[in-house]
């Protein structure tokens, strides 16, 4: 007579073998062992794997890129004007007034860069500056009116189209997104991490 304890360890099995071979092979590594290969394999759409997401993150980060090479190119500027640019409206937007180095913060700039991309901006008919209204001794910036409009009205339909598709998603699919854009953050952000 087989034991109670047997037969439960063998009814455990045969539940659990079909799950494993539905999984499929594990995909978390590349053939060789490396996990990291991976990243650079192709995706299967019927699962997402850790190794997936990042594939997936990677296909954005190319994409935003020709995207903002597009609008570089119909506004006739540098990435880094277009990025100056941008803060400054979104500032606007938030009626606060910028100081130059709250710029040079923003794009990580030295005092002199700045003070050049700035000159350059208000050479262009972009930016003008003005007195800082809360410290008189501090330069501020401001984006001129139809410049505002121009950038709104370049990136308005991309940001429109990507609203779209965050609010296509439920509350509990937003979460996700954004506990695991955070926790990759934090992991690039880290400097214990970076190589020595």
Request: no cysteine.
């Amino acid at each position: 007579m087989k034991s109670r304890t047997s037969g439960a360890t063998n009814t455990a099995s045969r539940l659990q073998a079909p799950i494993a071979d539905a999984a499929g092979p594990d995909r978390s590594a590349a053939p060789g062992g490396d996990p990291g290969d991976g990243y650079w394999y192709g995706r299967n759409e019927e699962t997402f794997s850790s190794i997936d997401l990042l594939n997936l993150l990677r296909e954005y980060r190319e994409a935003e890129k020709k995207m903002r090479a597009r609008t570089r190119d119909s506004m006739r500027m540098g990435e880094t004007d277009l990025v100056a640019l941008r803060f400054l409206v979104r500032e606007r937007s938030a009626e606060r007034t910028p100081r130059q180095r709250d710029l040079a913060e923003a794009l990580g700039l030295t005092a002199a860069a700045t003070s050049v991309l700035v000159d350059r901006l208000s050479r262009d008919g972009y930016v003008r500056r003005i007195p800082h209204p809360d410290d008189r001794r501090s330069v501020a910036i401001e984006v001129l009116g139809e410049t505002d409009r121009e950038v709104k009205a370049t990136l308005s339909g991309m940001h429109a189209r990507m609203i779209s598709v965050t609010e296509a998603l439920s509350e509990q699919e937003r979460a996700g997104a954004a506990k695991f854009l955070r926790a990759l953050t934090e992991s690039v952000n880290d400097p214990s991490a970076d190589p020595r």
